[in-house]
């Protein structure tokens, strides 16, 4: 069954400065490789291919604008207790949302229970194994919580699959979808 999900993708200048943060100070955790740097607009799960294939189908008929992204701060997942996740944040602009909630409302139509907790747009930086002893990543969010990238425009999406390897997933796109240009 294919394990699958719906992101956006990074421009390759904006995978090079994100990568320029790894830092041997922090715990060992696992950083992503550059091609699975992505921000995720909705997690499927594993689903049959027959409902694969349906997902594909119907988040071609996404209307969304295309829009700038702009990826600022850094952060940890939980946020008030031991991280396991630590990561850049991203602008929660409106045509972020419209095009998170159009996705949504897509895949609403063919069966998908929507996400429960609030859209928290970020870029996942590293896992840990286990959680972190409270504090030990602050010092390293406090000295990057001023990280930016220059904004860059979004023009499409797609519906990823990810296949869990022991070294990490290796995310591969089944089909990609143009967001609609602003005419002028």
Not at 13 to 33: M, N
Not at 37 to 43: A, G
Not at 76 to 99: D, K, S, Y
Request: charged share 30%; net charge positive.
């Amino acid at each position: 069954m294919p394990r699958l999900f719906v992101a956006i993708d990074l421009p390759e200048d904006t995978k090079d400065a994100i990568l320029r943060l790894r830092q041997d100070d922090l715990p060992p955790g696992r950083w992503p490789r550059r091609d699975a740097l992505h921000l995720t607009l909705h997690f499927i799960g594993n689903v049959p291919e027959a409902v694969a294939r349906a997902y594909g189908r119907i988040l071609r008929e996404v209307d969304a604008p295309a829009f700038d992204l702009r990826i600022t701060g850094v952060g940890q997942f939980p946020i008030e207790a031991r991280p396991r996740v630590i990561w850049t944040g991203v602008e929660n602009t409106p045509p972020l949302r419209e095009v998170y909630e159009a996705v949504g409302r897509a895949l609403e139509r063919e069966g998908f229970q929507r996400e429960r907790r609030r859209f928290h747009p970020h870029i996942t930086l590293m896992r840990f194994k286990k959680p972190l002893r409270r504090g030990l990543a602050s010092t390293w969010i406090r000295e990057h919580m001023d990280f930016f990238c220059e904004p860059f425009p979004v023009t499409q999406f797609a519906l990823y699959e990810s296949d869990l390897q022991p070294s990490g997933a290796v995310y591969s796109k089944r089909e990609v979808y143009n967001l609609e240009r602003a005419v002028n």
